[in-house]
Structures are given as C-alpha cells and as structure tokens.
C-alpha cells in the first residue's frame, strides 16, 4: 500500500516526483471521457493510421512550405499580389523537392536557426572548452 501522501507529509518525497512536489488529478465528466476513451482506441486501428498517413504527409508538406518560404506572413498587400507569393513559395518547395529526388545522397532541408540558439550553442561551446 503507498503511503499516504499531502503537503508536508513525512515520506512525501516517496509519493511524488513532480516538480512542484504535488500532484493534480483531473477528472472530466463521464461523456467527455468516454469520447476520449472511444477516440484513443479508434486512433488504435489500421484504417485510422491509413487515412492518418495521408494528412501527415500533407502536413508536412505545409510545413516545409512555411519553414522554406515564410509563408505565415504576407509580404504584399492585396490579394493579387499575395496570390503570386504563395505561387512562387509553392514553387520554390517544388524546386526543393526536386533536387532531394534527384540528389537522394544529400541532405535537401535544413531549418533555419535563430540568432538567440547559435548564440546559446556559442556560449557552449566556450563553457566546455
């Protein structure tokens, strides 16, 4: 049997491993649980990870798109304009795609870093050395 278990308890250290030192229990209401339980099993199936795979491939593909182009932005005003932006970012990830078929021994994305993350590898780097 587990030790009974509050703030300040004696053995409180043997009960929980959280950072706060507490722990929260959350319950929701039966029918919200339910579709949950239903949800998490139905994700379980075959036919589930077939259509799944489909739109995870999409996803990604999106993704790329406004990694590479910056995409989540317009860059002009009016609708023409910002047309002809997502025709040549869609464009530009064609491109890419292309040369990672066409050159498999390479690697063909790389993400972008920001200035703070090389600065805090830089500051690493200095501190082991």
Not at 15 to 40: N, V
Request: net charge positive; proline share 5%; glycine share 6%.
């Amino acid at each position: 049997m587990r030790p009974a278990c509050w703030a300040g308890a004696p053995v409180q250290d043997k009960c929980t491993i959280s950072a706060r030192g507490t722990r929260i229990l959350s319950l929701r209401p039966k029918e919200l649980h339910e579709t949950l339980t239903d949800a998490r099993a139905e994700q379980a199936t075959k036919t589930w990870k077939t259509k799944y795979a489909l739109r995870a491939g999409i996803e990604g593909t999106i993704n790329q798109a406004l990694d590479v182009t910056g995409l989540r932005r317009a860059r002009y005003r009016g609708l023409p304009k910002v047309r002809l932006q997502h025709a040549f970012s869609a464009t530009a990830v064609n491109v890419i795609r292309l040369d990672a078929h066409w050159n498999p021994g390479q690697p063909s994305f790389t993400p972008r870093t920001s200035r703070l993350t090389r600065l805090s590898h830089q500051l690493a780097a200095r501190t082991r050395n």
